[in-house]
């Protein structure tokens, strides 16, 4: 016989650690690469990407509406361009990737992680406090 036995139902599945999903997300992590959720902290861009965003406006300029349209194409026609370029003219992105990488790395991400909390926190109760605004509105009229 050389198909896997059956898979038990949902509720019952064993898991590699032992515990449940469920006992797994309410533990909680508290190691430094833990980054809570609605942060977002984004790595930097490498020589390529900051090339093509550089690249893409000019690209767009020279081709009809049509052509920009077609995403494969600007992919390749970026891919093209990066080939061409000399290892001089490869280097100074190389250098702006490498200087951004250094900038990213001196963050100190437990400050950076608290202030995106903050941040969202505040978000969060300027909303609230938006819809309560509207709804005291329609009740009033």
């Known amino acids: 016989d050389t198909h896997p036995p059956p898979r038990p139902p949902k509720g019952q599945r064993a898991f590699a650690s032992g515990g449940s999903r469920a006992s797994k997300k309410k533990s ?3 190691s430094a690469s ?3 959720p609605g942060v977002q902290i984004k790595r930097p861009l ?3 990407m900051i090339y093509a965003n550089e690249a893409r406006p000019v690209l767009l300029a020279q081709h009809p509406p049509e052509w920009a349209r077609n995403i ?3 992919g ?3 891919g093209a361009g990066w080939k061409s370029l000399s290892a001089e003219e490869k280097a100074k992105y190389s250098e702006k990737a490498a200087a951004l990488k250094k900038q990213f790395e001196e963050v ?4 950076a992680i608290k202030r995106a909390e903050e941040e969202e926190e505040a978000r969060v109760e300027a909303e609230a406090l938006k819809e309560k605004r509207a709804r005291e509105a329609a009740a009033a009229a």
Request: charged letters at 15%; proline letters at 11%; zero cysteines.
């Open 28 to 30: 909680g992590a508290t």
């Open 34 to 36: 833990y980054v809570p």
């Open 46 to 48: 490498g020589a390529y």
């Open 72 to 74: 494969s194409e600007i």
């Open 76 to 78: 390749k026609a970026l």
């Open 108 to 111: 100190d991400l437990p400050a």
